[in-house]
Protein backbone atom coordinates (compact mmCIF):
# COMPACT_ATOMS: atom_id res chain seq x y z
CA UNK A 1 0.00 0.00 0.00
CA UNK A 2 1.47 3.51 -1.18
CA UNK A 3 1.04 5.78 2.18
CA UNK A 4 2.43 8.99 0.27
CA UNK A 5 4.30 9.56 -2.80
CA UNK A 6 4.02 12.09 -6.07
CA UNK A 7 4.48 10.22 -9.86
CA UNK A 8 5.35 12.16 -12.45
CA UNK A 9 4.15 10.40 -15.70
CA UNK A 10 5.71 12.06 -19.40
CA UNK A 11 4.56 10.93 -22.58
CA UNK A 12 7.63 12.39 -24.53
CA UNK A 13 7.43 13.97 -28.10
CA UNK A 14 9.41 16.65 -30.28
CA UNK A 15 6.55 18.82 -30.73
CA UNK A 16 4.59 18.26 -28.17
CA UNK A 17 5.04 16.50 -24.86
CA UNK A 18 2.90 15.89 -22.60
CA UNK A 19 2.64 15.04 -18.65
CA UNK A 20 1.08 14.57 -15.52
CA UNK A 21 1.26 14.62 -12.14
CA UNK A 22 -0.63 12.15 -9.73
CA UNK A 23 -0.26 12.27 -5.89
CA UNK A 24 -1.27 9.22 -3.76
CA UNK A 25 -2.18 9.92 -0.39
CA UNK A 26 -3.37 6.62 1.72
CA UNK A 27 -3.92 4.51 -1.92
CA UNK A 28 -5.41 7.34 -3.40
CA UNK A 29 -4.60 8.71 -6.27
CA UNK A 30 -5.56 12.62 -7.08
CA UNK A 31 -4.35 14.24 -10.13
CA UNK A 32 -2.10 17.45 -9.15
CA UNK A 33 -1.92 18.56 -13.02
CA UNK A 34 -1.26 17.90 -16.59
CA UNK A 35 -0.22 19.59 -19.37
CA UNK A 36 2.20 20.04 -22.29
CA UNK A 37 5.44 21.51 -23.47
CA UNK A 38 4.98 23.15 -26.52
CA UNK A 39 7.97 22.51 -28.81
CA UNK A 40 7.07 23.81 -32.36
CA UNK A 41 8.10 27.15 -32.31
CA UNK A 42 11.58 26.20 -31.74
CA UNK A 43 14.04 26.45 -35.02
CA UNK A 44 15.89 23.30 -34.63
CA UNK A 45 15.71 19.59 -33.03
CA UNK A 46 18.87 20.80 -30.98
CA UNK A 47 17.02 23.57 -29.37
CA UNK A 48 13.64 21.43 -28.78
CA UNK A 49 16.32 19.32 -26.68
CA UNK A 50 17.58 21.75 -25.19
CA UNK A 51 13.96 23.24 -23.78
CA UNK A 52 12.85 19.25 -22.64
CA UNK A 53 15.37 19.06 -20.91
CA UNK A 54 14.85 22.71 -19.07
CA UNK A 55 11.48 22.24 -18.81
CA UNK A 56 11.59 19.00 -17.45
CA UNK A 57 13.71 19.96 -14.55
CA UNK A 58 11.44 23.14 -13.82
CA UNK A 59 8.13 20.68 -13.26
CA UNK A 60 10.47 18.42 -11.23
CA UNK A 61 11.73 21.38 -9.38
CA UNK A 62 7.87 22.52 -8.88
CA UNK A 63 6.12 19.23 -7.59
CA UNK A 64 9.12 17.30 -6.42
CA UNK A 65 7.57 14.04 -7.61
CA UNK A 66 9.26 10.93 -6.36
CA UNK A 67 9.39 8.79 -9.59
CA UNK A 68 9.25 9.10 -12.68
CA UNK A 69 6.92 7.25 -15.20
CA UNK A 70 7.94 7.53 -19.21
CA UNK A 71 6.49 6.45 -21.97
CA UNK A 72 8.80 4.41 -24.60
CA UNK A 73 8.99 4.76 -27.91
CA UNK A 74 7.36 2.56 -30.40
CA UNK A 75 9.15 1.85 -33.81
CA UNK A 76 6.68 4.03 -36.89
CA UNK A 77 7.11 3.80 -40.18
CA UNK A 78 9.55 6.69 -39.99
CA UNK A 79 13.02 5.88 -38.24
CA UNK A 80 14.28 9.83 -38.24
CA UNK A 81 11.02 9.92 -36.48
CA UNK A 82 12.00 7.71 -34.11
CA UNK A 83 15.40 8.90 -33.40
CA UNK A 84 14.09 11.92 -32.85
CA UNK A 85 11.44 10.71 -30.27
CA UNK A 86 14.22 8.43 -28.49
CA UNK A 87 16.22 11.86 -28.13
CA UNK A 88 13.37 13.80 -26.78
CA UNK A 89 12.58 10.41 -24.43
CA UNK A 90 16.13 10.13 -23.02
CA UNK A 91 16.97 13.79 -22.54
CA UNK A 92 13.73 14.44 -20.83
CA UNK A 93 15.38 10.98 -18.93
CA UNK A 94 18.49 13.09 -18.04
CA UNK A 95 16.90 15.79 -16.40
CA UNK A 96 15.04 13.22 -13.96
CA UNK A 97 18.35 11.33 -13.47
CA UNK A 98 20.02 14.89 -12.85
CA UNK A 99 17.64 15.04 -9.66
CA UNK A 100 18.04 11.70 -8.71
CA UNK A 101 14.23 10.37 -9.29
CA UNK A 102 14.14 6.81 -10.44
CA UNK A 103 12.49 5.77 -13.79
CA UNK A 104 10.33 3.34 -14.88
CA UNK A 105 9.64 2.94 -18.84
CA UNK A 106 6.27 1.37 -20.15
CA UNK A 107 5.18 0.48 -23.21
CA UNK A 108 2.53 2.34 -24.87
CA UNK A 109 1.00 -0.86 -25.17
CA UNK A 110 1.23 -1.83 -21.55
CA UNK A 111 0.10 1.72 -20.62
CA UNK A 112 -3.04 1.30 -22.36
CA UNK A 113 -3.82 -1.79 -21.53
CA UNK A 114 -3.45 -0.53 -17.52
CA UNK A 115 -6.16 2.25 -18.34
CA UNK A 116 -8.81 1.17 -20.47
CA UNK A 117 -7.87 -2.56 -20.73
CA UNK A 118 -7.46 -2.47 -24.31
CA UNK A 119 -3.22 -2.15 -25.37
CA UNK A 120 -4.84 -1.04 -28.63
CA UNK A 121 -6.96 1.70 -27.53
CA UNK A 122 -7.24 5.45 -29.05
CA UNK A 123 -5.59 8.39 -27.36
CA UNK A 124 -9.15 9.52 -26.96
CA UNK A 125 -10.43 6.38 -25.15
CA UNK A 126 -7.28 6.72 -23.05
CA UNK A 127 -8.43 10.60 -22.12
CA UNK A 128 -12.27 9.19 -21.95
CA UNK A 129 -11.26 6.67 -19.52
CA UNK A 130 -8.48 9.28 -16.98
CA UNK A 131 -11.34 11.72 -17.10
CA UNK A 132 -13.84 8.89 -15.66
CA UNK A 133 -11.79 7.28 -13.19
CA UNK A 134 -10.18 11.01 -11.63
CA UNK A 135 -13.78 12.72 -12.22
CA UNK A 136 -11.81 15.10 -14.19
CA UNK A 137 -13.61 18.67 -15.38
CA UNK A 138 -13.64 19.64 -18.74
CA UNK A 139 -11.59 22.86 -17.72
CA UNK A 140 -8.79 19.83 -16.57
CA UNK A 141 -8.94 18.78 -19.62
CA UNK A 142 -6.49 20.01 -22.85
CA UNK A 143 -7.51 19.56 -26.08
CA UNK A 144 -3.83 18.21 -26.91
CA UNK A 145 -4.13 14.22 -25.63
CA UNK A 146 -0.38 14.17 -24.89
CA UNK A 147 -1.50 15.36 -21.71
CA UNK A 148 -3.57 12.78 -20.88
CA UNK A 149 -1.23 10.59 -22.56
CA UNK A 150 1.66 11.74 -19.79
CA UNK A 151 -1.13 11.34 -17.05
CA UNK A 152 -1.81 7.37 -18.10
CA UNK A 153 2.07 6.90 -17.62
CA UNK A 154 1.49 8.24 -14.15
CA UNK A 155 -1.15 5.96 -13.18
CA UNK A 156 0.04 3.11 -14.94
CA UNK A 157 3.24 3.53 -12.81
CA UNK A 158 0.95 3.68 -9.88
CA UNK A 159 -1.36 0.86 -10.78
CA UNK A 160 2.16 -1.45 -11.45
CA UNK A 161 3.92 0.22 -7.96
CA UNK A 162 2.83 -3.15 -6.47
CA UNK A 163 4.54 -5.74 -8.48
CA UNK A 164 7.66 -6.12 -8.83
CA UNK A 165 10.23 -3.48 -10.07
CA UNK A 166 10.92 -3.39 -13.72
CA UNK A 167 13.67 -4.07 -15.83
CA UNK A 168 14.20 -0.26 -16.91
CA UNK A 169 14.10 1.27 -13.52
CA UNK A 170 17.32 3.13 -12.76
CA UNK A 171 18.07 4.25 -9.08
CA UNK A 172 20.48 6.87 -10.42
CA UNK A 173 23.66 7.71 -13.22
CA UNK A 174 25.75 4.55 -11.63
CA UNK A 175 22.60 2.39 -11.78
CA UNK A 176 21.93 3.03 -15.38
CA UNK A 177 25.76 3.32 -16.45
CA UNK A 178 25.80 -0.28 -14.48
CA UNK A 179 23.17 -1.73 -16.85
CA UNK A 180 24.32 -0.15 -20.15
CA UNK A 181 28.13 -0.93 -20.12
CA UNK A 182 28.07 -2.78 -23.20
CA UNK A 183 26.28 0.12 -24.84
CA UNK A 184 29.47 2.75 -23.72
CA UNK A 185 31.66 4.25 -26.27
CA UNK A 186 34.83 4.81 -24.53
Known amino acids: M ?26 KPQVVTIGVIELGKYPNHYMKLKKIYERVQWII ?21 MLKLGRAQGVAMAAALNRDIPITEYAPLKIKMAITGNGQASKE ?28 AAYCHYLQSNRPKADKE ?13 RIIK
Do not use: C
Open 125 to 152: QVANMLKHIFHLSEDMMLPQLDATDGLA
Open 61 to 81: DAYHPDELAIEAPFYGKNVQS
Open 2 to 27: IKDKVILGIDPGTVIMGYGIIHITDN
Open 170 to 182: YRDWNDFIARNKS
